[in-house]
């Protein structure tokens, strides 16, 4: 059943004595959803040749494939640059199978922005590459066994897991943009990741004095998310002000915060999240802001809570640069999941964040 935003914001509500589900952030969707994902996979392998499933091609066990970063740098997997105008296709099929029309349009934007870096910086020519984002697929996609794929690059970082019998998971999903706001050329003006900055503006200024009291934690931006690549642990305990504590129009502005995030996957997978968090009890996540409320002003904030945690923050090049990152608040690349299927006999293996590379499965 389709789930409203009036039966989610209500449910904080009535959540509010709801028990904690026992399983992490992550998304149920239909068959017909895995399977194009799937065949979307196998298409974009499938179109590379030899020596390029080679490079994109990982066991599923593979370290790699928690090896997630949103800094430019070297990646394994093939760049679009090293792709053909065919294989370049089917890697945006998979995107698009991947993700929401909204949530590749974004995806789509921050790697536009590589552009815009490219002109305006002095070392920019040397540096940015709107083509230098990797994909890279681990297991053998299709129903047999786990599988996942990820595509990164400077500000973007996707990544999904499937796993037999079990909902998809897709955090760590990393989204940054900088600038944030084009300054000049032909797309001045241009925002990313807009929504992202002015609901939660929006939701911190409508705080009255005691509420703004709870939700700040900083006078001034942290400077960056504090649960980035090697740090997902930094945050065990949310802090803030809880959802449940809010007015009603609060709540409605806070979920429609949570929802512009998830909405990035496809809207069957993202109903199915929403669901879950609202059972989880949405009332016990709290929005945290550290910084001035005033916009241009370096800010912080943070929506954390049993089955998500969510962080944004735009300090750096004069708060025009963003960076934002959802997660599973109890672990991310379905680790759970993985955790269960194998003790159900399904496999008997070492989890991925332990193992050795090993030889790619195409």
């Known amino acids: ?6 039966q989610l914001i209500h449910g904080l509500a009535a959540g509010a004595g709801a028990a ?22 196998a298409a974009f392998l499938a179109g590379l040749g030899a020596e390029g499933r080679r490079r994109a091609a990982f066991a599923f066990e593979d370290k790699e494939r928690v090896n997630w970063h949103y800094v430019p740098r ?28 909204a949530g590749h349009a ?20 040397l540096l940015r590459d709107p083509e230098n984002y990797s994909v890279t697929v681990f297991g053998k996609p299709g129903p047999s066994g786990p599988w996942g794929w990820r595509i990164e690059g400077h500000h973007l970082s996707l990544n999904f897991t499937i796993v037999p019998g079990k909902p998809i998971a897709v955090t760590p999903a990393f989204m940054g943009a900088n600038p944030a706001e084009v300054p000049s050329g032909p797309r001045k003006g241009q925002r990313a990741l807009a929504r992202e900055q002015d609901m939660g503006r929006a939701l911190a200024r409508s705080m009255d004095a005691r509420q703004r009291a709870r939700m700040v934690i900083g006078d001034r931006s942290l400077g960056d998310i504090v649960s980035g690549p090697g740090r997902g642990a930094g945050l065990t305990s949310p802090a803030g002000l809880p959802l449940g504590e809010m007015s009603g129009d609060q709540r409605g502005l806070a979920a429609q915060l949570v929802e512009e995030y998830v909405r990035n996957m496809p809207s069957e997978l993202a109903e199915e999240e929403l669901r879950r968090m609202r059972e989880a009890d949405l009332g016990r996540v709290h929005f945290a802001w550290a910084g001035p409320l005033e916009a241009g002003k370096a800010h912080y904030y943070r929506l954390h809570g049993p089955t998500l945690l969510i962080e944004y923050d735009n300090t750096q090049n004069d708060a025009n640069h963003i960076h934002s990152v959802w997660h599973d608040a109890r672990g991310d690349f379905g680790l759970d999941l993985l955790r269960a299927h194998y003790e159900t006999g399904h496999h008997h293996a070492a989890t991925a964040s332990a193992s050795p590379r090993t030889t790619p499965v195409v």
Do not use: C, W, Y
Not at 109 to 119: A, C, F, G, P, S
């Open 1 to 6: 059943m389709k789930i409203t935003r009036r």
């Open 20 to 41: 904690v589900l026992p399983l992490p952030a992550l998304a149920q969707v239909g068959e017909l959803g895995r399977t194009a994902m799937a065949g979307a996979a």
């Open 74 to 101: 070297g990646r394994e997997g093939v760049a679009f640059k090293d792709m053909t105008p065919a294989a370049r296709n089917t890697a945006h099929e998979l995107m698009k199978a991947s993700l929401s029309a």
């Open 106 to 125: 974004k995806a789509l934007q921050v790697i536009q922005t590589e552009e815009e870096l490219r002109r305006i910086e002095t070392f920019g020519a």
